[in-house]
């Protein structure tokens, strides 16, 4: 009998960015296993076009840290889409796994708040180490620009009174 390989299917050119934080405003960021010194915010692709980009948003953040959206003390209304989209060319190194000739993804942005203490269990596939950061400091962390950003938009989508979009106060 000939050996069946299965080929991935390749990627949805369309993701979603999770900016994880507190109340405190207190941002998880994890560095990637594949790329040491890149720390980011929970991203992942659609798994099909018809995806919900919320049911993308809850699965990406179970698999990447262990948090249940659904858990008590969470709750899906603590996941808010922020209206933000980022367009930005896919990294030549990444263009393998999408079809041919496409070279941008689409990146919606989105916000969880989640108790301070929550426990995080990481997928050692794709991250190797996690750290809470005051805001400010996890934007200058971020390897992303576009995750940076909206690391920086943080005070304005979780209510902080007094917050000027992109002043970082």
């Known amino acids: 009998m000939p050996e069946v390989i299965s080929q991935r299917p390749y990627k949805i050119p369309e993701s ?69 989209r980022n367009v930005y060319e896919i990294y030549p190194r990444f263009l393998h796994r999408y079809a041919s000739g496409v070279t941008h993804n689409t990146e919606h942005v989105f916000g969880l708040t989640v108790p301070a203490g929550t426990p995080v269990r990481l997928a050692p596939r794709e991250h190797t180490a996690l750290r809470w950061l005051p805001w400010r400091e996890a934007a200058a962390a971020c390897y992303s620009p576009s995750n940076a950003e909206a690391i920086l938009q943080l005070p304005r989508f979780a209510g902080v009174a007094g917050a000027v979009p992109g002043s970082g106060a």
């Open 16 to 84: 979603v960015l999770v900016v994880i934080h507190t109340p405190a405003l207190d941002v998880l960021l994890m560095e990637r296993t594949d790329t040491p010194g890149f720390w980011q915010s929970v991203t992942g692709s659609k798994d099909s076009a018809d995806e919900p980009l919320i049911t993308t948003c809850v699965r990406e953040v179970a698999e990447e840290t262990g948090i249940d959206v659904h858990a008590p003390g969470i709750g899906l209304a603590a996941l808010r889409d922020w209206g933000l």
